[in-house]
């Protein structure tokens, strides 16, 4: 099975929303929620993914070069490549009934770790998917990030110890997600967190806490405040507000704030090996993909995770060897071109 093998067999495989697009844009589900598409116009979806393709590389092969080597360690793991599977959540709804949460999480789990990466689990507002997602996790020796709404803290803390259970490398929230039309008016509510509910989060343990849904320089600012290990900077695929600015145009400033301070992941329209490159050159210490690796394991389960990653780590090394870049760190601001359009 080839990449292209398991994206069509995907296509008879996903619910009505999703269409396993050879090129996934955003276009096709546009305004379909539930589903993957983007929320009220169905553009931030579209413009996430063009941003990254209005960057260009600067081609430079005049350098020392050795073995190109595409390994990370993020989170005290070392990785293949600095990619991380994105959280999905409500499988069934979104993409039709082939698999439960805890299937899917299994498959994607299970093909994560074989493939050198880490995958991030989703939440619900049934507490079976983050007790099922807790055990994977676990099952594969803590290799996962588990991700909890921003429920009220009651409700947090209580899914919060749940994940601790598993001793996974690190616990994030995509506070993003508060956005999302299934947790408006929910019984227990989600909302937006001060910074002295974001200190008590992270003071309940020594994991690394991440806060996924940053898309602005102060934002990033109060997360450090707050004592956040990492950050992703994410609109959360353009699902949770209309008209927000694209992640790669909003990636450099953040990253140039932070300075260092803490890891920043980012995520949003990327979908290749060239993505990976722009968005390290950024500054970002890597990547989320989540609609890709829900398109592969739909497609060839565990099988179409591995043959994704090896797919991202043949273009990732081979735009590094053109631009440059022997290794993941020698990845610099000055191998890309950004332009605002």
Not at 147 to 168: A, H
Not at 176 to 201: M, R, T, Y
Not at 212 to 228: D, N, P, Q, R, Y
């Amino acid at each position: 099975m080839t990449f292209e093998d398991v994206l069509k067999k995907a296509k008879d495989q996903v619910g009505p929303y999703c269409k396993a697009c050879s090129k996934c844009d955003g276009r096709a589900c546009k305004n379909s929620i539930p589903g993957p598409g983007a929320k009220g116009s169905g553009t931030v979806a579209i413009n996430n993914y063009n941003a990254w393709k209005n960057i260009t590389l600067n081609l430079d092969t005049i350098y020392e070069q050795s073995e190109i080597s595409t390994e990370s360690i993020l989170f005290n793991q070392k990785l293949s490549i600095p990619v991380f599977a994105g959280p999905i959540g409500g499988t069934k709804s979104h993409y039709g009934n082939k698999y439960s949460d805890s299937e899917y999480d299994n498959l994607l789990v299970k093909g994560c770790v074989e493939s050198g990466i880490v995958a991030f689990t989703g939440d619900g507002l049934n507490l079976d998917i983050m007790t099922e997602a807790s055990k994977i996790i676990k099952d594969n020796n803590g290799l996962g990030i588990p991700t909890i709404k921003p429920w009220n803290l009651k409700t947090f803390k209580e899914r919060f110890n749940l994940v601790l259970e598993s001793d996974p490398i690190a616990i994030a929230m995509d506070i993003d997600s508060i956005g999302l039309p299934f947790l408006k008016n929910q019984i227990p509510p989600a909302g937006a967190k001060s910074i002295e509910e974001l200190k008590e989060i992270v003071s309940w343990s020594n994991k690394p806490f991440i806060v996924k849904g940053i898309m602005t320089v102060s934002g990033a600012l109060k997360a450090l405040e707050a004592g956040a290990s990492a950050i992703i900077v994410s609109n959360h695929g353009g699902r949770v507000l209309d008209y927000a600015e694209p992640t790669a145009n909003v990636l450099f400033n953040i990253a140039k704030a932070v300075n260092g301070r803490m890891t920043i992941l980012v995520d949003g329209g990327i979908r290749d090996g060239s993505d990976i490159f722009k968005a390290l050159a950024l500054g970002a210490n890597g990547v989320l993909i989540a609609r890709r690796f829900q398109t592969m394991v739909y497609g060839d389960s565990s099988v179409g995770v591995s043959l994704y990653v090896e797919k991202l780590k043949g273009e990732l090394e081979d735009v590094m060897r053109m631009c440059g870049a022997n290794s993941i760190s020698e990845i610099k601001y000055s191998m890309v071109n950004q332009c605002f359009n």
